[in-house]
């Protein structure tokens, strides 16, 4: 984006992908990751729209068919496969604890989880940051690299290496589809099915901080 030097590029994402994430995970205050968060996605929205109106940013798009081919419902099924397979080897005590003890709880995240969680996750860490930052990491592979860094160590919030290690792959997955199809809403109802579904099999504990 012409409106900021390199430099200044440079300032703004060590504050909001490196600086802010340390912050919000020292929570100095109850809930103050949650306002960190939404304060970076409110910036990242007037950034966006001041692109709109300048050209130098294009529109949101929501396309209403999310363009699932087979491969995707097979990758889909491998990686919840596998997460079920990770929620047996590290909790399975905790095994569909969720769903079955907190039934009604287990439902209202289900609902709420892709709007109030998933999508400004998704707004932020890929069509923000693919728009905002690309010519900071030249290529591909930096740019999706990149972006699944800084979408791993939002989760510094969790502190355990689980969340660590999940959510860089998952940014990795999420990145490259975004990268590739510029869809939103594939992207976001496939962030949707395994966060969801990594609540529903046991994982949730490390995903867990009061809210989201």
């Known amino acids: 984006m012409p409106v900021m030097r390199s430099s200044g590029l440079w300032i703004e994402w060590v504050i909001l992908f490196i600086i802010l994430p340390v912050v919000a995970a020292m929570d100095l205050f109850g809930g103050s990751y949650i306002v ?6 409110v910036y990242a ?6 692109g709109e109106r300048e050209a130098y940013c294009t529109s949101l798009k929501m396309p209403l068919s999310p363009r699932f081919h087979s491969r995707d419902i097979l990758r889909i099924f491998l990686i919840m496969l596998l997460l079920f397979l990770l929620a047996l080897l590290c909790c399975p005590d905790h095994l569909w604890d969720f769903p079955t003890q907190h039934r009604s709880v287990w439902v209202a995240v289900c609902l709420i ?7 400004p996750q998704e707004f932020f860490y890929r069509y923000f940051y693919f728009q ?20 791993a160590w939002a989760h510094l919030i969790y502190h355990n290496a689980i969340a660590l290690t999940l959510t860089f792959s998952g940014g990795l997955l999420f990145a490259f589809r975004y990268e590739r199809t510029r869809n939103f809403t594939a992207v976001w109802l496939e962030h949707t099915l395994y ?5 529903t099999v046991g994982l949730g504990s490390y995903f867990y901080k009061g809210i989201f």
């Open 113 to 119: 989880y892709p709007f109030l969680s998933v999508l």
């Open 36 to 41: 960190i968060f939404f304060t970076a996605v």
């Open 132 to 151: 905002r930052y690309r010519a900071l990491f030249p290529g591909r592979r930096g740019l999706i690299i990149s972006n699944a860094f800084a979408f």
């Open 195 to 199: 966060g969801i579904w990594i609540f």
């Open 45 to 50: 929205w007037i950034v966006c729209k001041r």
